[in-house]
């Protein structure tokens, strides 16, 4: 992997798109190029069938199992080119004919005019469905089931075929979306995954990025994502404006150049707060964090009996005051240029104390404030309206940057865990706007926003699923406030190298196994836009 010194490229971002956006507005926007809604489709099709021959070139046959709407249509279109390349082609229709319509209608019937009414599937029962699907031996199996209008939850009918399709030995490609994912949310309904939403190799989407490919649950079910715009991407995002971006590295904060005669006191002093008794390793994970993404220098707050074990082996680490009197009357406090607040605090009477402290000195000062972990439980729990009220924290910018998991974000939203997972977009912008402040949820695609837009990271995988990776991205996002000068770019920023930092290490030595320190040497090397 590749990071310049200049983190920043470009500063144009990819917008991305809910499902009702892309439906309300496509029409309009081909037919302004003169595209009819047929035409869109055969372009759809034949797209989808490019892209399976470039993932899998050695294609020799395929099962498309087509659904009664404009996805199956893509589908026929997709058949007929496939048929035409001289694959062996098969399609299972999961309706009856007589229910086509429109367009998908045309497509089939162009696609029996073809010659290959021979090769179709009629049976809409659905065991004869599943067994047309288990008896094909082919190598790709094309998902043309359900589009972008798919909402809710599957039928019984339809789970077994998605479950079908997803036990079958096949390579699985989806046109537009995996049927059963939601494209607005990127949520699935339902327990038992494998027999809710197709489990895709491929997914190649039209037009637009839809916004619930990339994060959440989408993870899951998406596979390899890729946009065929059918020419219309760059005049579509034009005139349809959306506040939903997709974060690649090319869109991310420059970080200043630092001339010969830097100084230490010129990024500042980042204070770190955490490490209640029995929990060193979090605030130690924070701070070095830190240190390694440019921080001058980073002073400690943690509980007398954490001091030696977390300052053992990094001397660079400065040791602050354990109590929030003490703390408040200290020099690092004073000199603080920004503060991190969580990692490993607790729950007990002096995160409490801690917490007061680091909210009132936040409303009163410019600093800015990165709250995680215990504080965020603490913070779900804390009165904020007399705050508001009594101090205008609404008035302030966001200085609060808030770094939840799913379940401290329900705890935030006093909702619970599954509200969340449903709509992760409607979730971050609430925190943010609840208390004014930049919020990123965490999880596959995390997803950043300062109430109004939201910034979707593309970088990362699962093998950061192991603890103290949240504690390393704190301290990340505190070295970047201090050199960055606005908050949500650094914090964007910070979501990306973090990502980025375990997809090197996981590209040379997998993902199990994968810890926490272990990013260490690849932040700095991205920060300092070395080549691994």
């Known amino acids: 992997m590749k990071l310049t010194r200049s983190l920043s490229q470009s500063h144009t971002l990819t917008a991305v798109y809910t499902a009702q956006q892309v439906l309300e507005n496509e029409a309009q926007v081909a037919q302004g190029q003169g595209i009819d809604l047929y035409d869109l489709m055969k372009s759809a099709g034949r797209a989808s069938f490019k892209a399976l021959l470039m993932q899998w070139p050695n294609a020799k046959s395929i099962l498309i199992v087509a659904g009664k709407g404009n996805n199956g249509g893509d589908g026929f279109v997709m058949a007929l080119s496939a048929y035409q390349a001289g694959l062996q082609v098969n399609v299972q229709l999961t309706c009856a004919v007589e229910q086509l319509k429109s367009d998908a209608l045309l497509a089939y019937q162009t696609m029996i005019s073809a010659g290959m009414a021979s090769l179709v599937f009629h049976d809409n029962v659905t065991t004869d469905i599943t067994k047309n699907i288990n008896d094909f031996n082919g190598c790709i199996i094309v998902d043309a089931l359900f589009g972008l209008g798919f909402k809710g939850t599957l039928t019984a009918d339809m789970r077994k075929v998605v479950l079908t399709i997803n036990q079958h030995n096949a390579a699985v490609i989806s046109i537009d979306v995996p049927s059963g994912l939601c494209a607005t949310t990127g949520f699935v309904s339902g327990n038992a995954l494998e027999e809710q939403a197709i489990i895709a190799h491929l997914t190649v989407t039209f037009i637009v990025y839809k916004q ?65 008794i029995g ?42 005051p354990c109590i929030a009197d003490d703390l408040a009357n200290s020099s690092v406090f004073i000199k603080a240029k920004a503060f991190v607040l969580g990692p490993g605090l607790g729950l007990d009477k002096r995160a409490k104390a801690l917490l007061h402290l680091m909210i009132h000195t936040s409303i009163s000062t410019d600093k800015a404030l990165i709250i995680d972990a215990d504080a965020l439980t603490l913070l779900s729990h804390y009165s904020m309206s007399d705050l508001i009220k009594s101090e205008s924290l609404a008035k302030k910018s966001k200085k609060w940057i808030l770094t939840p998991h799913p379940k401290e974000a329900a705890s935030l939203l ?46 990362g995988n699962a093998g950061m699923a192991s603890g103290g990776m949240g504690d390393v991205l704190t301290g990340i996002i ?55």
């Not at 349809?240 to 971006?245: A, M």
């Not at 973090?498 to 926490?516: E, N, P, T």
């Open 212 to 276: 619930g490919l990339l994060t959440g649950q989408a993870a899951n079910f998406v596979g390899k994502l890729q946009l065929a715009s059918l020419g219309l991407n760059e005049i579509f995002t034009k005139q349809i404006i959306s506040s939903t971006y997709y974060q690649r590295h090319a869109n991310l904060e420059e970080l200043p150049k630092r001339l010969a005669c830097y100084h230490k006191g010129d990024s500042g002093l980042l204070l770190t707060i955490g490490a209640g």
């Open 414 to 459: 006093g909702c619970d865990v599954e509200k969340i997972k449903e709509d992760r977009f409607t979730a971050v912008r609430a925190i943010a706007n609840k208390y004014n402040a930049i919020c990123l949820l965490k999880g596959p695609g995390t997803l950043i926003s300062d109430g109004r837009q939201v910034m979707i990271n593309c970088s």
């Open 279 to 320: 929990m060193p390793g979090a605030i130690r994970l924070a701070s070095e964090a830190a240190l390694r993404c440019g921080a001058g220098l980073v002073a400690v707050c943690c509980a007398q009996e954490n001091k030696i074990i977390v300052c053992n082996g990094r001397p660079e680490l400065m040791l602050a």
């Open 478 to 532: 505190g070295a970047l406030v201090m050199q960055v000068p606005d908050n949500f770019n650094a914090t964007c920023t910070a979501v990306y190298i973090h990502g980025a930092a375990a997809d090197i290490m996981v590209s040379r030595h997998g993902q199990l196994g994968l810890l926490a320190s272990d990013l260490f040497l690849p932040l700095q090397h991205i920060i300092n836009g070395k080549v691994l």
